[in-house]
C-alpha cells in the first residue's frame, strides 16, 4: 500500500500548502484546487523523471561515441 501512503502524503501536502497561503479551511472549501495542484505536482514529478533519463542517455551516448573514436 505504498502508493496510498503516498497519496495521502501528497493529499496532506496540497492542503497544508493551500491552507497556507490562502488561510485554514480553504482547502477543504476548494476540491477542484486540490486536484489543480496534485495534477501539476505530478506533471512535475513527470518532468524531473524525463529529464534525469535523457541526462543518462546523453551520458551513456558520449560512452558510445568515445569507443567508436578508439576502434
Do not use: C, Q, W
Amino acid at each position: 500500500m505504498a502508493e496510498t501512503t503516498d497519496i495521502k502524503t501528497s493529499l496532506m501536502a496540497a492542503k497544508v500548502d493551500i491552507d497556507g497561503l490562502f488561510g485554514p479551511g480553504y482547502a477543504k472549501a476548494t476540491p477542484a484546487l486540490v486536484g489543480a495542484y496534485l495534477r501539476a505536482a505530478a506533471i512535475h514529478e513527470i518532468d524531473k523523471t524525463l529529464v534525469e533519463g535523457i541526462d543518462h542517455l546523453v551520458k551513456i551516448s558520449g560512452k558510445f561515441n568515445l569507443l567508436k573514436r578508439l576502434f
